[in-house]
C-alpha cells in the first residue's frame, strides 16, 4: 500500500464477509425478534378466531344475576316497618358511639323516572370521631337503604359536630 492510496484488491476481499458479518448481526437484532412476533401473532390470531361464536355462559349469567339481585335486596324496604327499624339502628348507634339524634323528619317519597324511592333524613350531634365510626356502621346495616347524602357541620366555638345524613330506599314490592 502506498502513503495516502487504498489498496482496493484487500478492500474487494474484505467486502464479503463484511457483508456476511452486517447480514447476521441485524438478523440477529431485527429480523429474527420480527419474525418471531409476526408467528406468534399469526399463532394467536388463529386461535382468537372462535371466540365470535362463542356464547355467554348460562351460569355465569346466572351468577351475575344473582350478585345484582343481593343488592337490590339489601336496598329493599319494607315501607311499614322502615322507619320503625331505621329508628331503632340509628338510637342503638348513637348509644353506642356516644351521640345524641337532634333531628328525624317523617319520610318523603320521591319519584324518578317512574320509579318510587323513600327518603329519609337524619341528624347527629357528636365528635368528630365517634360520628365517623357512627356513619361507617350505618352504612353496613342491612335493609336500612343507602346512604344518598352526608354533610358535617360545625358551628363556631362548639366543640361537637352535626352530622346530616340522607338515606334512600326501594319499597318492597314482594
Not at 335486596?73 to 331505621?86: G, H, P
Not at 337503604?145 to 319499597?171: D, F
Request: include cysteine; aromatic fraction near 12%; proline fraction near 3%.
Amino acid at each position: 500500500m502506498k502513503n495516502k492510496t487504498l489498496d482496493y484488491t484487500l478492500v474487494l476481499k474484505l467486502v464479503i464477509p463484511l457483508m456476511l458479518l452486517l447480514l447476521l448481526a441485524s438478523y440477529q437484532l431485527a429480523f429474527k425478534r420480527t419474525w418471531e412476533s409476526y408467528r406468534t401473532y399469526t399463532l394467536l390470531k388463529e386461535q382468537g378466531l372462535g371466540t365470535d361464536r362463542l356464547s355467554v355462559s348460562p351460569v355465569y349469567t346466572l351468577a351475575r344475576i344473582k350478585k345484582v339481585d343481593e343488592l337490590y335486596r339489601r336496598f329493599r324496604v319494607d315501607t311499614l316497618a322502615w322507619k320503625n327499624t331505621l329508628w331503632n339502628s340509628a338510637a342503638g348507634l348513637a348509644q353506642k358511639y356516644a351521640c345524641t339524634i337532634n333531628a328525624y323528619p317523617p319520610v318523603k317519597t320521591v319519584l324518578y323516572n317512574e320509579q318510587q324511592f323513600y327518603r329519609q333524613a337524619m341528624g347527629f350531634n357528636g365528635e368528630f370521631g365517634n360520628l365517623q365510626q357512627l356513619l361507617h356502621e350505618l352504612s353496613y346495616l342491612k335493609n336500612i337503604g343507602v346512604l344518598s347524602g352526608i354533610t358535617y357541620v360545625k358551628k363556631p366555638r362548639e366543640k361537637q359536630l352535626m352530622l346530616n345524613v340522607e338515606l334512600l330506599a326501594l319499597p318492597d314490592k314482594d
